[in-house]
């Protein structure tokens, strides 16, 4: 790790969640590991984020980033503006004091960017996990589509047409570039590996398979229901721990229902890091049939505990995070999905060389390693001198 030379920038970040929110997932989890990374070089962090039931509306964690949680789901955006102006205009009680006067602003856009170039007085770098054009008519239906749809790909375009973009692959920056972002523009900074939590779960004895996932529409955890159903003549023994939570979950367990799967099917809801460690090193194949990731997170996690992932060609950064035949396999479509499970369920051979693998491509990303290209960025936006040992970071 490169420690800063001279002082330190004030970097905030706007995102709407957090990782202690109920509905926080994978972009929640690399907006904190690299805020927690920058405060280690030497530069403070805070995260704007909406607050949620039982929520403090302001704590300091203990790697020392500064979390204020104002408004909700869909409030977070416009409070985050006037907060922000608060602290320029040194009034109220959300003023310096909360705030401060930040160097530079990460506006993270999930679908909904913040769009903070059109009040912020300091440099902005936009971070976007992936592109939701497939997104918009699961989430919000043929009318919300278009409005969401038009807003990420041609209104946010204009607004960040002088920002520095960030992604988490290839196959984002490649998205962005069909939108009109010059690829110049963008900085791919990929995932670390999250630690798994130490355990010595051995896999189950009968043949198991995992889906880590919030419970949206856009997840398509039918997907990986369906396999279990397609799947259960074969492998008589078979079950399917669903880890995760989310407003779709009612109409996950009717399918279940409806598929007569009852028995072979368990909605662990949230868990532990222990837990989590534990389900990723007793499941023999996770699954992650989801329709867009910028990366795969919850892929590289299961890698790291030496299980390997199915997952879908198409569906953005998971065609990085997994090596295809190698440390797991990507369907084409959802007959495709089922016949990739069913090979690794059938070889144990193929199914234990293809989690070796997984396991060594998955420790290849560490986020002392993203730390470094994120600060370096850091420095470059704010006029700072980029470290010698990063410079190649800032390559496109």
């Not at 990374?37 to 530069?43: D, K, R």
């Not at 690794?344 to 993203?370: P, V």
């Amino acid at each position: 790790m490169q420690t800063l030379d001279g002082p330190g920038r004030h970097v905030l970040f706007l995102n709407w969640r957090d990782t202690r929110n109920p509905e926080g997932g994978g972009s929640e989890v690399y907006v904190e590991r690299i805020a927690e990374e920058l405060v280690a070089h030497g530069h403070r962090a805070t995260l704007l984020c909406a607050s949620y039931p039982g929520a403090p509306s302001e704590e300091t964690t203990a790697a020392g980033i500064r979390i204020l949680r104002r408004g909700h789901r869909h409030t977070v955006y416009l409070r985050a503006a006037l907060v922000y102006l608060a602290g320029m205009l040194g009034f109220g009680p959300l003023a310096a004091r909360s705030l401060g006067r930040p160097d530079l602003i990460v506006d993270v856009c999930n679908g909904l960017p913040f769009l903070s170039p059109l009040y912020a007085r300091c440099s902005v770098i936009i971070l976007v996990h992936h592109v939701h054009r497939e997104q918009w008519p699961v989430v919000l239906g043929a009318w919300g589509a278009r409005v969401g749809w038009w807003i990420e790909s041609s209104l946010a375009r204009r607004v960040y047409r002088r920002c520095r973009y960030v992604t988490v692959s290839a196959a984002t920056r490649q998205e962005l570039a069909v939108l009109g972002v010059d690829a110049g523009r963008v900085t791919v900074v990929y995932n670390g590996t999250p630690e798994i939590a130490p355990g010595v779960t051995s896999r189950t004895p009968y043949p198991s398979l995992l889906v880590l996932s919030r419970l949206v529409p856009h997840k398509r955890v039918e997907i990986a229901l369906e396999t279990v159903a397609r799947l259960a003549p074969d492998f008589p023994a078979l079950r399917l721990v669903i880890a995760g939570q989310g407003w779709w979950e009612t109409r996950l367990r009717d399918l279940v229902d409806e598929l007569k799967i009852e028995d072979r099917v368990r909605f662990a809801g949230f868990v532990t890091e222990a837990e989590k460690g534990d389900l990723l090193r007793s499941a023999w194949v996770a699954l992650t049939p989801s329709l867009k990731e910028g990366w795969g997170l919850t892929i590289v996690e299961a890698g790291a505990a030496g299980t390997p992932t199915v997952a879908f060609h198409d569906a953005g950064g998971v065609a990085e995070a997994i090596v295809a035949g190698e440390t797991g396999l990507l369907a084409h479509d959802t007959a495709d999905f089922v016949e990739g499970v069913r090979r690794l369920l059938a070889d144990d051979a193929f199914r234990q060389e293809m989690g070796r693998a997984a396991q060594a491509h998955a420790a290849r990303f560490t986020w002392a390693a993203s730390g470094d290209r994120f600060a370096n960025l850091v420095l470059a936006v704010t006029g700072g001198v980029p470290t010698p040992a990063a410079e190649g970071y800032l390559l496109p």
